[in-house]
């Protein structure tokens, strides 16, 4: 099994920023992506940003040049680095794993718990 923690959410004013972390632990032999959604209100789960082992990125227009996800592969940890918040950044943000838990095994994903982003205006 694997768990993905995540920190750093919390309330900040538009214009502001924040910082999430994810941290993956268990039984994990590699990770190939790891990346952040979120869900506002009413709304279905979104991708805002993926990097994969070799540090390749994809983010959302959305955030496009306020947001920056980095990986640290060491501490099987990804960052989501978020500047110049707007309050439609506001939602639940999740962290997804693609884990290889053996050599030759199947990958699975594994979603965290969830932090809350609120931006206000």
């Known amino acids: 099994q694997v768990q993905l923690v995540e920190s750093g959410g919390g309330l900040v004013q538009a214009g502001g920023s924040l910082r999430l972390s994810c941290t993956a632990s268990?039984?994990?032999?590699?990770?190939?992506?790891m990346g952040w959604y979120r869900q506002a209100p009413e709304k279905q789960r979104e991708l805002v940003a993926q990097?994969?082992?070799?540090?390749?990125?994809n983010y959302a227009d959305s955030v496009k040049g306020r947001f920056t996800i980095s990986r640290d592969n060491a501490k099987n940890t990804v960052y989501l680095q978020m500047n110049s918040l707007k309050p439609e950044d506001t939602g639940v943000y999740y962290c997804?794993?693609?884990?290889?838990?053996?050599?030759?095994?199947?990958?699975?994903?594994?979603w965290g718990q969830g932090t809350q982003v609120t931006v206000s205006s």
């Open positions: 997804r794993a693609v884990v290889l838990s053996g050599y030759q095994q199947p990958a699975y994903q594994y």
């Open positions: 268990g039984s994990i032999f590699s990770i190939n992506s």
């Open positions: 990097i994969t082992s070799g540090g390749s990125t």
